[in-house]
C-alpha cells in the first residue's frame, strides 16, 4: 500500500496537478509488475449506478497518478458498501475534467456560465468504461 487516507493512517499520497488537490482513500501497488490501483470508497449501496461525481473524482485521481509514475498502468476501484465497481483510466475524459478548472474560473469572473451544458452531456464520458452505468443524481 502506497498510501491510504482511512482512519488515523499516517500514510498519504496528496495529489496536486493543476491547482486541482486531492487524497485517494487507498493507493496501491502491485508487488510484481508496473501496476497502480487507485481506490475510492463509498458509504452508500451500489444499487447498480456509478454517480459522475465519483466517477470524475476517481478519474482524477487516476491522472494525477499517472503523471507521477509515468512507467505504471493506472487502474481504480469504486468500493461501495455491497460491491466493487473497476474503471479504466480515461485520458480525454482527464483532460476535460482539467479544462473545466479554466471554465470555472472564467465563470466566475463573468458571472455567468461560459457552457452551461453538463460534461456528460458534451462528450462519451464513460467512453472507456462502455460497461458502467452512470446517473447524474445527486
Not at 110 to 137: C, E, F, I, Q
Amino acid at each position: 500500500m502506497l498510501s491510504t487516507d482511512l482512519g488515523k493512517a499516517d500514510g498519504r499520497i496528496k495529489l496536486a496537478r493543476f491547482g486541482i488537490n486531492g487524497i485517494p482513500d487507498a493507493v496501491f501497488e502491485a508487488l510484481s509488475g508496473k501496476l497502480i490501483l487507485a481506490g475510492e470508497f463509498k458509504s452508500r449501496k451500489y444499487r447498480g449506478v456509478v454517480k459522475l461525481y465519483e466517477l470524475y473524482q476517481l478519474m482524477l485521481y487516476m491522472g494525477h497518478l499517472q503523471d507521477r509514475y509515468p512507467n505504471h498502468t493506472i487502474v481504480g476501484c469504486l468500493a461501495y458498501a455491497d460491491e466493487r465497481v473497476k474503471v479504466r483510466f480515461d485520458p480525454a475524459l482527464y483532460q476535460a475534467l482539467i479544462e473545466l478548472r479554466n471554465e470555472y474560473w472564467q465563470t466566475i469572473k463573468r458571472r455567468k456560465p461560459v457552457n452551461p451544458v453538463p460534461l456528460h452531456k458534451r462528450m462519451k464520458v464513460n467512453a472507456g468504461n462502455l460497461s458502467m452505468r452512470l446517473t447524474s443524481k445527486m
